[in-house]
């Protein structure tokens, strides 16, 4: 147990057994492909509802999120409201207004990782992102040395230890696109890689 003010990442703060919300004032840094209003709604209606009952659960646990998302079985209600703070945090991370590609560093890391281009290594996080059943994630993680691509259902997050780097998540929930692509889960995934910055993912893979 950690009894002591912990900063977790940049994402958010735990004090004791309290979440700080990660404030999001700019709507628009993710525009154009997700509207000012769709992320508003994804924010103040399921990412804070997050946040409030996970503060609720926590009761006297003092531990890290990291901690609980490792340790905790994944059918808990604890689980899955932490699990699904720091799933929104770290999405709602990768938008910036700005649309930067890959630092060369990366795109080497791209190609030796086995994708041709950049555009194959989208097109796979299109194909396996838009297969999910329901609800879920669509991960890029750097395990050993290499990127790889996997999928997560419901609140589930791959455990971020000593083998696991987490690089980049897509949200799969109806509440992340419904508003501006209805059932078309493959565009909005589409437009959503044609507009992170790949500044803070480039940051994540080499931890700057």
Known sequence: MITK?????????????????????????AEPAISARAMQIHYDWHYKKYVEKA??????DEASVIELINNLPEESKLYNNVAQVFNHEFFFEQF?????????????????SGWNSLSDFYDEIIDKGSKVFGSGYVWVIKRFGTLRILTTSNAVNIAHNQYNT???????????????????RKTYIKNVLDWIDWDVIDKRIWND
């Open 5 to 29: 003010h912990l900063e977790i990442s940049k994402c958010f703060l735990i004090y004791i057994d309290m979440i700080k919300i990660k404030e999001l004032t700019n709507f628009a840094l």
């Open 96 to 112: 910036t207004g700005f649309n930067s590609g890959p630092c060369k560093k990366t795109m080497q890391l791209i190609l030796d």
């Open 55 to 60: 503060n609720e659960l926590l009761k006297d």
């Open 166 to 184: 987490h690089v980049m998540n897509i949200d799969l929930w109806e509440h992340a696109y419904y508003i501006d692509y209805l059932n078309d």
